[in-house]
């Protein structure tokens, strides 16, 4: 029996090694250190605590990030050039993948739209830094497999358009966002933001899966390569080869969100407005602040009580410039929390 349990502990200690699960209001995030994976879950069901699968879920390999270095592509997890690990906290998580020359950094904060009770998305910040003594070239790609619009005739859609078939949408479109959806819930990823994408590719997935770095686009074309993938779609985002001079980096910033179809208008609204949603940390911050401020508010209605009550045991009459700071401290107080 000892035997069987140390067994089982060495093989719990290597999955955590390896795997990591992070939950933060509707999202789970799952990132994976030996295949250098993520996946993300919504939770349609908060009192079943139900999680349904953002990206196609029977086999999580199909997304992915890809880097290019000085001509050279590599996709992480798949490459011993770089080793990857599970570093950050647990409220903004990372992939870390290490070679000699870059070191590729895949953050993930928790977020919630303005319009949201809870957490209900992910913003993805990629860096890549320079370790190396020399410029280095290198940009990435982030190819996203979900299947969630493909029973659909348009598995795709932005503020501008309907995507039925292959599209390329540059740098230079005024399509904010993409969503696909189906009847249990919506995946919504950003098109305009900080870092925007040079280029978005919405394709058959393994068109874009078997090609080191990009495809000729076929604008138009169906979603199906025969014989095996019919109408298997993703969506792809390209940043560029670039220079990046030593000891520098460059910066990719993606935001995926989710709903439920009825509350999707107002998370796409958010979206459309530059809403694009504050941090678990910012909004924990913004709450120690309230807090603090209320201490603070009590504490001065703690001392005017006290000296009430001690004017009221000695006596003696508080001064009309007492009497006028205390209403001037009250009406402060009920103006600032909304008290009638």
């Not at 295949?35 to 999680?51: C, K, P, W």
Request: glycine residues 4%.
């Amino acid at each position: 029996m000892k035997k069987i349990l140390l067994l089982l502990l060495a093989v719990f200690i290597v999955h955590s090694a390896f795997a990591a699960e992070f939950i933060d209001g509707r999202i789970k995030l799952v990132l994976n250190a030996k295949n250098g994976r993520f996946s993300l879950y919504y939770m349609t069901d908060i009192a079943q605590e139900v999680f349904e699968p953002l990206f196609a879920a029977e086999d999580p390999r199909t997304s992915f990030l890809s880097v290019i270095v000085n001509n050279r592509t590599y996709k992480m997890g798949e490459t011993s050039v770089f080793k990857t690990t599970i570093g950050g906290t647990s409220s903004s998580p990372s992939l870390i993948f290490d070679s000699s020359l870059v070191v590729v950094t895949q953050n993930f904060t928790f977020i919630k739209t303005d319009s949201s009770s809870m957490t209900n998305g992910v913003l993805i910040t990629i860096t890549i830094t320079n370790k190396s003594g020399q410029t280095v070239n290198a940009g990435l790609r982030l190819l996203i497999d979900t299947d969630i619009g493909e029973k659909n005739s348009a598995h795709f859609s932005t503020n501008l358009r309907d995507i039925n078939s292959e599209t390329v949408i540059d740098n230079k479109s005024a399509d904010q966002y993409w969503a696909s959806k189906n009847n249990k819930l919506v995946l919504v990823g950003s098109i305009e933001s900080q870092n925007r994408p040079d280029t978005i590719h919405f394709a058959n997935w393994k068109r874009l899966n078997d090609a080191p770095w990009k495809i000729t686009p076929m604008q138009g074309r169906n979603f199906n390569l025969l014989p095996y993938s019919i109408d298997d779609s993703a969506v792809c985002y390209y940043y560029e080869s670039a220079p990046i001079p030593k000891g520098d980096s460059r910066t990719a910033t993606i935001l995926l969100s989710s709903a439920l179809p009825a509350e999707v208008n107002a998370v796409l609204a958010d979206i459309n407005t530059d809403n694009y949603g504050r941090s678990s940390i910012e909004i924990q911050k913004q709450e120690e602040d309230l807090a603090a401020a209320i201490r603070t508010d009590l504490a001065a209605l703690q001392d005017f009580i006290s000296r009430l009550d001690e004017s009221i045991v000695s006596g003696v009459n508080i001064s009309d410039e007492e009497l006028a700071a205390i209403n001037l401290l009250i009406s402060r107080i009920k103006l600032k929390y909304s008290i009638p």
